[in-house]
């Protein structure tokens, strides 16, 4: 019988990691660490109306703006925390302010195999400098391409992942 009990996810079953291979020559996706903050925000557009024969307005979910809020203490020899970096300290635009990451969800697993999500964002940088005790970057990584679903396997330090679209998403 199936452990039927509910079990509380915690925050840190949930990890990203950002290809830092920028040559395309093979992804290598490494754990985003030391992160304070990485809020997603879903950015629902509505579209609402109000018929004549009710009361109330009706919503629909017709799109969505996705990103996530971060902000890290910088460590240096840390390969996402340069990639960032180097977009945000050389203001980098376009495609040269783009980054691949894939969320896994360490509490989704089958047969050694994670749950993950792949999409393109866009680095907007916020600031950097705040506080005293460490250089923190902060910013917004802006959705720049569909979410694209499959799974993902870790390394066996858990500090790299490689990544695997799903069937359905490779033949569209």
Same mark, same amino acid.
């Given at each position: 019988m199936a452990d039927t009990v509910a079990k509380m996810v915690k925050r840190h079953q949930r990890v990203a990691f950002m290809n830092t291979?920028?040559?395309?020559?093979?992804?290598? +996706?490494?754990?985003?660490?030391?992160?304070t903050s990485m809020k997603n925000s879903k950015g629902a557009k509505e579209y609402s109306r109000q018929y004549v024969d009710k009361e109330s307005e009706d919503t629909d979910v017709v799109g969505y703006s996705p990103?996530?809020? +971060?902000?890290?203490?910088? +460590?240096?020899?840390?390969?996402?925390?340069?990639l960032i970096a180097e977009i945000h300290d050389?203001?980098?635009?376009?495609?040269?302010?783009?980054?691949?990451?894939?969320?896994?969800?360490?509490?989704n697993e089958t047969n050694g195999k994670y749950e993950a999500r792949k999409r393109t964002y866009a680095v907007v940088p916020d600031a950097d400098?705040?506080?005293?005790?460490?250089?923190?970057?902060?910013?917004?990584?802006?959705?720049?391409?569909?979410?694209?679903e499959g799974t993902a396997t870790l390394s066996e330090d858990g500090k790299t992942v490689t990544y695997t679209a799903s069937v359905s998403a490779t033949s569209e």
């Open positions: 291979d920028k040559t395309g020559s093979s992804p290598k +996706y490494e754990r985003m660490t030391r992160f990103s996530i809020e +971060y902000s890290f203490d910088r +460590y240096t020899n840390t390969p996402v925390h340069d050389g203001e980098k635009t376009g495609s040269d302010a783009l980054v691949d990451i894939v969320v896994v969800d360490l509490f400098g705040d506080g005293t005790d460490a250089l923190i970057y902060s910013g917004t990584l802006k959705a720049k391409s569909e979410i694209e």
